[in-house]
């Protein structure tokens, strides 16, 4: 399952015993994400999705980005059996670079990333406003539901033109159009560009402006309107999580991208621990897709009420349940 080539630097056909060590504890690892980090993740996602949306009069601003990271972790989720089971470091013939399957496996791949990334630091952002200008309604519900809209659409336009570089490293030279394009080189600088490093500043910023208004003693933090504090707590809890498993994700590209553009021929052992570490940074991402529903499971204090009402929901079926009016108004303050 995991390849640690780049650790043999005798050329001898015997692995170290330090690789076999490797190679038996990530494939344990990996085990472990597949059998059950996968099934909590998808579904503590689909939990997260679906209480919400049944109580969409309740739902704040936080809870609308939360459920767009859940989609894109449902989307991970199927998506990481694949990777888990053979990376492409192991060089299983469905990831090798330049086949059709791994081409299309990057698709949702890259759209969730970016979904998450963007949903993340948006979601920072508008903390922000909600704090700084309190009953504006600039960071309404509403309002966030279409900034969500567009979140998906500009990932999907943002991967078609990456997808584009690693059609045309693929297809054959004799395509004018592509001639020029024969570089994934380039698609992953624009990942790492638009997907890491504009969310990245952003959340930077938005955290920096938030400790400097949480330092400030006025008479606004009193304010009923404002978001309560744990919602604070979760903010800060979900920015940290979700940069500190994608950003070494985006680092190996990033590293790949600059080795390559180099032009110099690259040290086969060198850059058999740069795919090694394509593909454990990778691992680190997919697991974000079970860290993150149950990272807000355990910070938000209205999900449980949600998630109870959900579950007397489905135990009910097509029968008629009495309304809960407790239930009701516990969701809703």
Not at 63 to 88: E, K, Q, R, T
Not at 134 to 154: E, I, K, L, Q
Not at 241 to 250: R, S
Not at 264 to 279: E, Q
């Amino acid at each position: 399952m995991w390849d640690c080539d780049w650790l043999n630097m005798t050329g001898q056909a015997e692995e170290p015993p330090a690789c076999q060590d490797l190679q038996l504890g990530l494939s344990v690892l990996s085990l472990l994400c597949l059998v059950a980090g996968v099934p909590v993740g998808l579904c503590y996602n689909a939990l997260l999705v679906l209480a919400n949306l049944l109580s969409k009069s309740s739902m704040t601003m936080p809870d609308v980005y939360f459920v767009n990271m859940a989609v894109a972790g449902l989307v991970l989720g199927a998506l990481a059996p694949v990777h888990l089971l053979s990376p492409p470091g192991s060089r299983w013939a469905l990831w090798s670079v330049g086949h059709e399957v791994h081409i299309a496996l990057l698709i949702p791949f890259n759209v969730s990333s970016l979904v998450t990334m963007y949903s993340t630091a948006l979601l920072s952002l508008d903390h922000y406003i909600e704090r700084a200008l309190p009953r504006t309604y600039m960071a309404s519900v509403y309002n966030t539901r279409h900034v969500c809209g567009f979140v998906w659409g500009g990932a999907l336009l943002t991967s078609f033109s990456s997808l584009l570089f690693y059609i045309c490293s693929h297809v054959s030279s004799r395509v004018l159009e592509c001639a020029k394009m024969q570089n994934t080189e380039a698609a992953d600088a624009i990942l790492v560009f638009i997907g890491y490093a504009v969310p990245a500043l952003a959340a930077l910023y938005a955290l920096v402006l938030l400790a400097r208004i949480r330092r400030e003693d006025t008479p606004l933090d009193q304010d009923a309107g404002r978001l309560e504090p744990s919602a604070h707590r979760l903010l800060v809890a979900t920015v940290c999580t979700q940069f500190g498993l994608w950003t070494p994700h985006y680092l190996t590209l990033l590293g790949h991208t600059v080795l390559v553009s180099q032009g110099k021929p690259v040290d086969t052992h060198y850059l058999g621990l740069v795919h090694f570490a394509k593909d454990v940074s990778k691992f680190l991402a997919f697991s974000s897709s079970f860290v993150m529903p149950l990272l807000y499971r355990y910070m938000n204090k209205t999900f449980p009420s949600k998630l109870r009402r959900l579950m007397k929901k489905m135990h009910c079926g097509h029968r008629h349940c009495a309304q809960d009016h407790a239930g009701v108004q516990q969701v809703l303050t």
